[in-house]
């Protein structure tokens, strides 16, 4: 499939890319707007975004590489005391 750098070169029906990486963030083709659990919403017109998954950004719901400073254990779920 190939990558297209925005809505305006995405022919039209085209799907668009997410990639999933294992413990790292979502990157998403954009540009885009995320609907945030209390309703707001935020945007952002880059190529390409990288979305948190693991809620420990400082810029949630944008991923900050915050996942790669994992305290010991597993790492599943949320940071605490942030």
């Known amino acids: ?4 750098p925005s809505d305006a070169a995405r022919p039209p029906g085209a ?3 997410i990639k999933v990486q294992r413990r790292g963030p979502l990157l ?15 945007s952002s ?6 979305l948190c998954t693991c809620r420990r950004s400082r810029r949630y ?3 900050d590489t915050s996942h790669r400073a994992r305290s010991s254990g ?3 779920g949320p940071a605490t005391g942030q």
Not at 1 to 4: A, G, I, V
Not at 45 to 50: C, E, P, S, Y
Request: include cysteine; charged fraction near 30%; proline fraction near 12%.
């Open 74 to 76: 597993t790492g599943d």
């Open 15 to 17: 799907p668009r890319r």
């Open 28 to 42: 998403v083709e954009g540009p885009v707007e995320v609907e945030l659990e209390d309703g707001t919403t935020v």
């Open 1 to 4: 499939m190939p990558n297209f």
């Open 61 to 63: 719901p944008w991923c």
């Open 45 to 50: 017109d880059r190529f390409r975004v990288a």
